[in-house]
């Protein structure tokens, strides 16, 4: 029973424009989520995270937005460039070591 | 900067065989994990550590074991590999209490055949 959804298996998007990865939870005690990133060869690496007690977190070019009602995440970056192609992981944690990751977007940005 | 490290980065194994995977963190975290990553499934946790010595079991522990002696250092067992323990395995540590990112190593690919 996956928990946490990412229901497109892969995105590709031109250099410079908008990229939108989305997430979708069933477990409503989760409130805090996160996006990783995985390069071929490399393991996941930490990108942003939010709380469920706010609903946008800023990072540069990363935005993440929770719409605790859908329960319902994106990431969007902006603009895209090509060294952010990769694979995506959104996780989920109801606050203790019991975190869910979905099983990923892979994005490719074409120059 | 913390390093998250794992013995191999590939493997090949016969069914049958006992295989171990070290995983070693330089950064004194508590916590400790043991996942494994399969194309559209994702990340799934196999177990988990608070601490030296102490293990819990995660969504898929079913053909494995694990052992923690020293903070350091938490290996995941095979006792008797099979096929479809083939799979990308990967180890992460984190801070007891911090909700937040988990550190992963670079994972191993093990192939069973």
């Known amino acids: 029973d996956q928990q946490v959804k990412q229901n497109s298996p892969s995105l590709s998007v031109q250099e410079g424009r908008i990229s939108i990865l989305n997430c979708d939870y069933t477990?409503?005690?989760?409130?805090?989520f996160l996006w990783y990133k995985k390069y071929p060869a490399e393991g996941p690496t930490f990108l942003i995270s939010?709380?469920?007690?706010?609903d946008k977190n800023e990072d540069g070019r990363f935005t993440v937005f929770l719409n605790k009602s859908a329960k319902h995440l994106s990431l969007h970056i902006v603009p895209s460039q090509p060294g952010d192609s990769a694979v995506y992981f959104c996780?989920?944690?109801?606050?203790?070591?019991?975190?869910?990751f979905g099983a990923g977007t892979r994005l490719t940005v074409k120059p | 900067d913390v390093k998250v490290t794992q013995s191999s980065r590939y493997l090949v194994k016969r069914t049958g065989e006992k295989v171990f995977l070290e995983c070693v963190q330089d950064?004194?975290?508590?916590?400790m994990f043991w996942y494994r990553q399969d194309p559209g499934l994702g990340l799934r946790l196999i177990y988990f550590?608070?601490?030296?010595?102490?293990?819990e079991k995660g969504d898929i522990p079913e053909g494995y074991s694990v052992s923690r002696e020293k903070k350091e250092r938490f290996s995941l067992i095979l006792e008797s590999a099979s096929t479809n323990q083939t799979s990308m395995y990967l180890c992460?540590?984190?801070?007891?209490?911090?909700?937040?990112?988990?550190?992963f190593g670079p994972g191993t690919r093990l192939t069973v055949l």
């Open positions: 992460a540590s984190r801070l007891a209490g911090a909700l937040d990112t988990q550190y």
């Open positions: 477990n409503s005690m989760f409130d805090y």
């Open positions: 939010i709380s469920s007690i706010k």
């Open positions: 996780a989920a944690s109801a606050g203790n070591n019991d975190m869910r």
């Open positions: 950064m004194d975290h508590e916590n």
């Open positions: 550590s608070y601490d030296v010595k102490m293990k």
